[in-house]
């Protein structure tokens, strides 16, 4: 059975940071690309960072691209996202999924139908 838990959201001020784990079970986690998706309210759920499993390849959305860095631990099956310099528009709540695949100029969808419960991330003075 496939889970995901995601853990690490909470309220920061504009220009503040924060990391988000992101716990996975039930799969061969090291055999999976896996991705940061993000919903705001009103707004479609969109990939915000991905990273390969083969060579750690990593893709970002052009919004966080040089603030946001995915990392995973395989050995710990927790993929990580350590986000700096929010802002009020990084406001959401943050899923993590595997992917179909994770290059530099893209990610794919979630190929597993499982999302966790999510972690919410609110930027706000």
């Known amino acids: 059975q496939v889970q995901l838990v995601e853990s690490g959201g909470g309220v920061v001020q504009p220009g503040g940071s924060l990391t988000l784990s992101c716990i996975a079970t039930g799969f061969s986690f090291e055999h999976y690309a896996m991705g940061w998706f993000r919903q705001a309210p009103g707004k479609q759920r969109q990939a915000v960072a991905c990273?390969?499993?083969?060579?750690?390849?990593?893709y970002y959305s052009g919004d966080v691209k040089d603030r946001f860095t995915v990392t995973r631990d395989n050995a710990k099956n927790t993929l990580s996202l350590q986000m700096v310099s929010l802002t009020p528009e990084d406001s959401a709540m943050y899923y993590c999924a595997a992917v179909a695949y994770a290059n530099r100029y893209s990610c794919g969808e979630n190929n597993l139908a499982t999302w966790g419960q999510g972690t919410l991330v609110t930027v706000s003075s």
């Open positions: 990273i390969n499993w083969r060579d750690d390849a990593t």
